[in-house]
Nanobody, 123 residues
Framework: QVQLVESGGGLVQAGGSLRLSCAAS????????MGWFRQGSGKEREFVAA????????NYANSVKGRFTISRDNGKNTVYLQMNSLKPEDTAVYYC????????????????WGQGTQVTVSS
């Protein structure tokens, strides 16, 4: 049974930084693309970033490119999302998930979602 546990969310002022972590178990972590998504209040879930199984390739939403960095540590079965220069519009619940397809951007291509971690950016 795959389990994903996100952590690292919180309240931060605009311009600040946060680092999210997602610890995975129950799968061969190093075999899968991992992704981060977010869902703001009253909004649809949207793609944020994805990273290939070996960390060699990444994919970002235009809205976060240059500000967010996705990375992974296969030895720790953990994927990270470093978020810099945060904006109020980044406020959302952030989820990690396991992809069925390499560097997928659609949530339909992902399985085994975590419970999410809240990120709130104040202006």
């Amino acid at each position: 049974q795959v389990q994903l546990v996100e952590s690292g969310g919180g309240l931060v002022q605009a311009g600040g930084s946060l680092r999210l972590s997602c610890a995975a178990s129950g799968l061969t972590f190093s075999s899968y693309t991992m992704g981060w998504f977010r869902q703001g209040s009253g909004k649809e879930r949207e793609f944020v970033a994805a990273i290939a199984w070996n960390g060699g390739s990444t994919n970002y939403a235009n809205s976060v490119k240059g500000r967010f960095t996705i990375s992974r540590d296969n030895g720790k079965n953990t994927v990270y999302l470093q978020m810099n220069s945060l904006k109020p519009e980044d406020t959302a619940v952030y989820y990690c998930a396991v992809a069925r397809r390499w560097l997928a951007r659609s949530s339909r291509e992902y399985d085994s979602w975590g419970q999410g971690t809240q990120v709130t950016v104040s202006s």
